[in-house]
Structures are given as C-alpha cells and as structure tokens.
T-cell receptor, first 113, second 111 residues
Framework: KAGVTQTPRYLIKTRGQQVTLSCSPI?????VSWYQQTPGQGLQFLFE???????NKGNFPGRFSGRQFSNSRSEMNVSTLELGDSALYLC????????????FGPGTRLTVL | GENVEQHPSTLSVQEGDSAVIKCTYS??????FPWYKQELGKRPQLIID?????GEKKDQRIAVTLNKTAKHFSLHITETQPEDSAVYFC??????????FGKGTSLLVTP
C-alpha cells in the first residue's frame, strides 16, 4: 500500500497570504489528523477528520481550518498568514477498524516571510 | 486539555547501554499512549504503543511501562545502537486520534 502523501512538500508565502495544504491518506483509512511541528512547541494537534466531519479540534485560532472529501483526502487552509505559522505541517491517517496507530506523511514545510 | 511532559530533553548514552525516557500526563481519561521516533528530516514513525488496560509491553529491545495511578509512562531501550539516535516523542490521548505530544527527547548513541 502506498503511504500517506502530502503536497506540496515546500511552500514559501508572505505575511497576510493564505495557503492550502493537501493530504492523501493510506487507501482505506478514513481518519485524517493534522499536526503543526515547530522547534519551540514541538508537535501540536490541529484537527482530525472522519467521514468528512471534523471530530476533534486543537487549540489553534480560526485562521486554521480544514476539510475532508468523500475519498478521505483532506486539505487544511491557513488564512492571513503570520510569521509564527512557519512550521512543518504533518498529516496522519488511521484505520478506524482496530488500533489507533497513526501513519504520518512526509509533511509540508511552510515558510512565511 | 491534556498536558504531556517529557524528560529529559536530551540524552546521550554509549552504545550498548540502556536509555530511559519518561513522560507524565494530566488527563486521567487518557487511554492510549504511543511513542514515535523521528529521524532528522523524516516523518515520525510509531515504535511502540500501550493502552490503559496494560501495564507493560515489550518489542525486542524496546519496552514501555504505564503507571495509571501516577499518570506516567516510560520508554526503555536496551542495548542501544547508533541507529537508535533520533528524537523520540511520547503522546497521550483519550479520543484515539487527537494525540497530545510531549516536547521530545533527542537521543544520541555514541559508538
């Protein structure tokens, strides 16, 4: 089975712009979670989607949003970018039958200038 | 919400020695505790996990212990090898898919 894929892998934006990141889960996985990784804060949970519905949400401002499509692919959007949004954005997919193991994608490295 | 603290932040051991990383959590409802290994420039990968109905789990050189009363869990790596060098993250959750991570431990195994 192909692993979790994320596009694009690298992105450079300027403050005030918005960005959309994409995640394709492992085939058959219906849960997709998003995390922000920074050197200072580590890995922080953003949100989780299952069957096109947001099931869990972390403590991030409303500028961070996401959605999931019927084929389980997910996108996250960040509006009005700030310098502090520079980070590695990781998505992870899980099979909801059996364990909780989350399989991570390679991440999208976002740099905000 | 859940708060996970992880210690130490850095750990250096000689090849062949054991390494222990400890985590504490705040939410007594947490019931799933995975450990991830992240090598430089790579994605996190699950190395072992434990559920709240189990006190210990072992997989070859890696073991995890859980003390629900004290709300802490630990990762034990025996007979460390240079390829064990990486950043290790613990996590806890009561919802299955919303992982609350510790800040990570950078493990260096020197030959």
């Amino acid at each position: 089975k192909a692993g979790v894929t994320q596009t694009p892998r690298y992105l450079i934006k300027t403050r005030g712009q918005q960005v959309t990141l994409s995640c394709s889960p492992i085939s058959g996985h219906r849960s997709v979670s998003w995390y922000q990784q920074t050197p200072g804060q580590g890995l922080q949970f953003l949100f989780e989607y299952f069957s096109e519905t947001q099931r869990n949400k972390g403590n991030f401002p409303g500028r961070f949003s996401g959605r999931q499509f019927s084929n389980s692919r997910s996108e996250m959007n960040v509006s009005t970018l700030e310098l502090g949004d520079s980070a590695l954005y990781l998505c992870a997919s899980s099979s909801t039958s059996g364990g909780n193991e989350q399989f991570f994608g390679p991440g999208t490295r976002l740099t905000v200038l | 919400g859940e708060n996970v603290e992880q210690h130490p932040s850095t750990l250096s051991v000689q090849e062949g020695d054991s390494a222990v990383i400890k985590c504490t959590y705040s939410d007594s409802a947490s019931n799933y505790f995975p450990w991830y290994k992240q090598e430089l420039g790579k994605r996190p990968q699950l190395i072992i996990d434990i559920r709240s109905n189990v006190g210990e789990k072992k997989d070859q050189r890696i073991a995890v212990t859980l003390n629900k009363t004290a709300k802490h869990f630990s990762l034990h790596i025996t007979e460390t090898q240079p390829e064990d060098s990486a950043v290790y993250f613990c996590a806890a959750t009561n919802s299955g898919y919303a992982l609350n991570f510790g800040k990570g431990t950078s493990l260096l195994v020197t030959p």
